[in-house]
């Protein structure tokens, strides 16, 4: 029997069971009745996503359409395809969808902000993408679901079967196809669960630029009516860990706007890494996971169904998915006002940039651009010396247009709103990874703390000569011989040429750049 049944034969969608917006109990029941799932120890359900545990960046496609075509940067990021391609795979997830006993659909919200909201519908064979997306999108009243009309963006997941690969442009089985003009992602030959929610954000990152609207892959917490920070940091930087903070509010953890009114979250939910989680640790996350969260790809027991964390053997990126608000401290609506800081966070592996500094706009818009933060040796095969690593706005991935679109929105907002933005640097000082020793993080949330307090911001401060920085020569509760890289260093000679080493892959990074960017954002780089 379908539950809230919906017509989809528009879409050449002819299935007899149609589950619509069942709640999470029901998806429970259908995910474990499917042989799918089961119930963690925690009463979350527990799933795989099948081969891939992973985004798959290099099937990503978007449609080349005269409209939309002088607005995204294309390249490795924005992959091309012709509109013959999408129709066909559009028909090949239609036809498979079609051979299902019964598909799961979800209509909900992306964006919290009435004004700029845009509404999703989810369409796919799998109870647990169903309960995914419920958790993500933000979930409509039923009053706002019997009125909820013709969707923005529809995703049709048919990831169980694959791309043909001889179809034109195709290089695997696997293909995530995007067309901006009729407002459709195709998924196949892929279970992971993030392609859905990263294609609601690449959506979101067409949109919203083009309404003059910042969208941003950061977090956001809050403490104050005026009091809101936003957090930018790849990978490994200490985002989720320090935008976490009890006496402060969380907005959200990935996905933000800045619109004339201030920021909202776009997601209704939160998509956490679980691999060596403790409620030590991260107590917020841990208790998080109950009933109605998903978690992918974790090990646990077999008679107990107790989880084991620590256990990387399906994959290193192990993933909780459940709503904001069993965050304790959420703020719901995850909507607040215009960012008092604006924190860019970087894990310096080669130890020479500050544990923190001020950026002018110009120098804000650069490391914007620039999203750097460094892998440490001995990461991957035959890495002996930190590897710098840039992701353009801190999500590459993720743009559309190109990344001097999304940091000329920033400089606006930056000037119009007198937001302060800082570097932080959360990675190694005296020293490059393996002679110097990691920022401790008790020193990097003094850091944290003092940008809050705003006793940071008034510091007496010196200019780093290559970077041309203003780091702040005291703050309390941090030694003053590490704030000034260069005097933390034994060896001043290995700095001057570590510090040279990394302005030259600055430099170098920003040449894909600069065609875009103008000779104010060029010029706050390092000279070497």
């Known amino acids: ?45 527990a799933t795989r996503s099948g081969d891939k545990t992973g985004r798959s960046p290099k099937d990503k496609r978007i449609v080349d359409h005269p409209d939309s075509t002088d607005d995204i940067w294309w390249g490795d990021v924005n992959i091309r395809l012709a509109d013959r391609s999408f129709t066909i795979n559009r028909q090949r997830a239609i036809d498979y969808l079609n051979t299902r006993d019964a598909i ?12 700029h909201r845009i509404k999703v519908r989810v369409i796919a ?24 009309g013709d969707p923005n963006i529809v995703i049709f997941n048919a990831g169980a079967f694959p791309a043909n690969p001889h179809t034109a442009q195709m290089t695997s089985k696997t293909s995530i196809d995007l067309s901006i003009e009729t407002g459709e992602l195709v998924i196949l030959g892929t279970q992971y ?26 977090s956001a917490n ?22 976490t903070d009890p006496h402060r509010q ?17 997601e209704g939910g939160c998509y956490a890494k679980v691999i060596h989680l403790s409620q030590e640790n991260e107590p917020e996350i841990f208790d998080a996971i109950r009933y109605g969260a998903v978690l992918e790809n974790v090990v646990f027991d077999e008679t107990t169904h107790e989880v084991n964390y620590d256990d990387a053997s399906i994959t290193e ?77 801190f999500g590459a991935a993720f743009l559309v247009w190109h990344p001097a679109k999304y940091a000329e929105l920033l400089a606006e907002q930056i ?34 703390d003092a940008i809050h307090s705003g006793s940071l911001g008034e510091a007496e401060t010196q200019t780093d000569a290559v970077f041309g920085l203003k780091v702040p020569i005291t703050c309390d509760g941090v030694p003053s011989e590490i704030l000034s890289p260069r005097d933390a260093w034994a060896d001043k000679a290995a700095y001057d040429a570590s510090v040279k080493k990394l302005a030259g892959l600055f430099q170098q990074n920003f040449k894909t750049f600069e065609s875009g960017a103008s000779d104010a954002i060029k010029n706050a780089g390092p000279v070497v």
Not at 104 to 115: I, K, Q, R
Not at 125 to 148: K, V
Not at 193 to 211: D, H, I, Q, S
Not at 347 to 376: N, W
Request: aromatic residues 10%.
């Open 125 to 148: 064979e799998s109870a647990y993408h169903a309960l995914f997306m419920h958790n993500m999108l933000i979930r409509p009243t039923a009053e706002q679901l019997a009125s909820f």
């Open 1 to 45: 029997m379908s539950v809230n049944p919906i017509d989809l034969s528009g879409y050449g969608l002819n299935v007899s069971n149609i589950i619509h917006n069942a709640t999470p109990a029901r998806l429970y029941e259908f995910a474990i009745a499917g042989n799918h799932a089961v119930i963690a120890a925690s009463g979350a359900l």
């Open 317 to 393: 990126n192990t993933r909780v998915a459940y709503p904001i608000d069993f965050i304790e401290n959420a703020k719901i609506p995850c909507v607040g006002p215009h960012p008092k800081n604006i924190i860019f966070l970087t894990c310096d592996a080669f130890g020479v940039l500050p544990p923190v500094s001020q950026l002018t706009t110009e120098q804000a818009m650069y490391h914007f651009i620039s999203g750097y933060t460094a892998k440490t040796a001995g990461t991957e095969m035959n890495v002996n010396e930190p590897t710098a690593t840039f992701s353009a706005c």
């Open 104 to 115: 799961y659909v979800f209509d909900g919200f992306a964006g919290w902000d009435p004004d």
């Open 415 to 448: 000037q119009k709103h007198g937001a302060k933005a800082w570097l932080v640097n959360t990675g190694w000082a005296g020293g490059p990874y393996g002679v110097g020793k990691r920022m401790s993080l008790k020193h990097t949330r003094a850091i944290i």
């Open 193 to 218: 669960a993030g392609e859905m929610k990263k294609g609601v954000f690449t959506v979101m990152n067409y949109l919203m630029p083009k309404r003059g609207v910042l969208s941003m892959h950061c």
């Open 250 to 266: 969380l907005i959200g953890d990935d996905e933000h706007c800045w619109s004339d009114k201030g920021v909202f979250n776009i």
């Open 222 to 243: 809050q403490a104050s009516e005026d009091d809101l920070t936003l957090f930018f940091g790849l990978s490994g930087t200490g985002k989720t860990t320090l935008s």
